[in-house]
């Protein structure tokens, strides 16, 4: 149980407590964003599987090439599919975000990993039970599998993963319908797992090694978006808004980490002007994320691009601190990061780890950065940030509500998530088709199967949640708000105050 019994005792010690001041449990919610991953996961599932109401599923993801097809004329066999993440409360596996959670985690691992106690073995689980997937969705040269579901008849249908008989189609990029975006986060994905695997299972490593470079060179080759190759099987659900040069540039920066090959430092001295988006961070824009790892990777360079990677990577902090003049994000009164678009935490939790990560780079290098008005960030301040998300996160905020499921007092009872809504398959054998489902969709009761770990969309601005199984902007949980989380709890956990 969370914070009740620290409530007590602190209570009992004296001390006046404020929301804001409560202290919070930064390992068991660690332990619990881990164990999130394992509720999402497909295929078959392992003896060591903790989540146990869920079961396996998508056994029968395989493409099988149609004998009269011309789309894909280089495939004779099956390719075995089976396996990956759901990538939120549906079915469907979208490779495009999978690839950038995974890409988190492994970033989570490596920057943090040595934090994480006994729940680095269930981190690394986490990562390799992607990078089994997308060394199966990479296996034919020149394909890359880039979703598995056809998105409309799953989003049609409120069924469990575990009877789910919705078309599983897989869909592929190409040479001829090339996907850079989708194929470059793969690439990242597989190069920054090699590193976190670099010191457990050498022979794992190179394996995820080797694939990332022929991924990235496949993604960089044959350019183009999945947009325009796979239209509407991929927009309207995660359409690439940002184009692709953020992904090649990140997939290089990645391999540039994992080879330290001249060729990608080129690469990237090369291509990183392209890149304007300086404030955004997330599933689709990779360019803050770059700017930071990369001005990590630049130490001790004299490359010619670091002062515009450097003063971008500036420019990005100062675009969220809350006293900065040049601040392009919001605050609700309660204090949580608000941007524009669905899963707000995803926002908060991303930035917050590139605080961390930044604010070491700054302690490095004896750095502030000055944000003009004389506003200066310091590291302490980035970590002030990042700690006050979480604190938020966790449940100091108006509403006293943590919205990480099954963390704290009180949490989130409806997430919009079909398997935890749905009663499992030892609690009701049956199979329950997809409109079956509705029932337990529509009617008002806690979901039965807590996805403990689960942080969802979160509040609105005005710091208040419905709660409402409906209301999918708020009350779903996707596996790339948790990633990010995952590294930012380890780094609170052994630097509680
Ligand atoms: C992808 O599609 C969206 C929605 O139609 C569009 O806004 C975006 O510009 C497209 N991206 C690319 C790279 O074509
Ligand atoms: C950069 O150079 C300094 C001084 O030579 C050294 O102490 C430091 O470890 C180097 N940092 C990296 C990341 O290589
Ligand atoms: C939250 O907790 C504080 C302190 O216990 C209390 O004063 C406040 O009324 C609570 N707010 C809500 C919305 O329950």
């Not at 009992?12 to 390992?27: C, D, F, K, M």
Request: hydrophobic residues 40%; proline residues 6%.
């Amino acid at each position: 149980m969370g914070f009740p019994q620290r409530l007590l005792f602190i209570l009992a010690a004296g001390t006046i407590l404020s929301v804001t001041g409560l202290e919070h449990n930064y390992g068991e919610a660690l332990s619990k964003s881990i164990l999130f991953f394992e509720g999402q996961r497909s295929g078959k599932l392992p003896p060591t599987q903790r989540m146990t109401w869920r079961k396996d599923s998508a056994l029968q993801d395989v493409y099988i090439v149609p004998a009269d097809t011309t789309v894909l004329p280089f495939l004779r066999n099956k390719v075995d599919l089976v396996g990956g993440y759901y990538d939120a409360g549906d079915n469907v596996k979208f490779n495009f975000p999978m690839a950038f959670s995974t890409t988190m985690l492994a970033w989570s691992v490596i920057e943090f990993g040595k934090f994480m106690g006994p729940d680095l073995k269930h981190a690394l689980d986490a990562i390799r039970w992607a990078t089994e997937y997308f060394l199966k969705a990479t296996s034919i040269p020149g394909f890359v599998f880039a979703q598995v579901g056809d998105p409309y008849a799953d989003h049609n249908c409120w069924e469990r993963p575990e009877d789910m008989d919705t078309p599983r189609t897989a869909f592929a990029v190409s040479r001829d319908f090339p996907g850079s975006e989708v194929s470059a986060e793969i690439a990242a994905a597989l190069a920054a797992s090699s590193i976190v695997y670099r010191k457990y299972h050498l022979g794992y490593s190179t394996r995820l090694l080797q694939r990332a470079i022929k991924v990235f060179d496949f993604a960089d080759k044959y350019r183009g978006s999945y947009n325009d190759s796979l239209g509407p099987w991929v927009c309207p659900f995660y359409c690439d808004f940002s184009g692709y040069q953020d992904e090649l540039v990140w997939g290089a920066a990645w391999l540039f980490k994992a080879t330290k090959r001249p060729y990608y430092a080129d690469y990237i001295d090369k291509n990183v002007h392209n890149l304007k988006n300086f404030a955004e961070f997330g599933w689709d824009s990779k360019d803050a994320g770059i700017n930071v790892l990369v001005s990590k990777l630049l130490i001790n360079s004299s490359s010619n691009s670091k002062p515009f990677i450097l003063n971008n990577a500036d420019k990005f902090v100062c675009s969220v601190l809350p006293e900065s003049p040049s601040v392009l994000v919001s605050y609700s009164s309660g204090g949580l990061l608000f941007k524009p678009g669905g899963s707000n935490l995803q926002h908060a939790t991303a930035i917050s780890f590139l605080f961390l990560v930044y604010a070491g780079y700054l302690k490095q290098t004896n750095k502030e950065i000055d944000c003009g008005g004389k506003v200066f960030a310091s590291p302490k301040r980035l970590k002030q940030i990042a700690r006050g998300q979480v604190d938020y996160i966790l449940g100091s905020n108006p509403a006293n509500m943590s919205y990480m499921v099954g963390y704290g007092a009180k949490y989130p009872e409806r997430i919009h998530h079909r398997a935890s809504s749905l009663p499992s398959v030892d609690e009701h054998r049956g199979h329950i088709g997809c409109k079956g489902g509705s029932f337990y969709f529509d009617n008002q009761n806690a979901n039965p199967n807590l996805l403990v770990g689960a942080v969802v969309g979160g509040p609105d601005m005005k710091d208040s949640y419905a709660d409402s199984r409906a209301d999918f902007v708020h009350s779903e949980p996707t596996t790339y708000i948790n990633a990010p989380l995952v590294g930012v709890l380890a780094y609170f956990n052994s630097h509680p105050s």
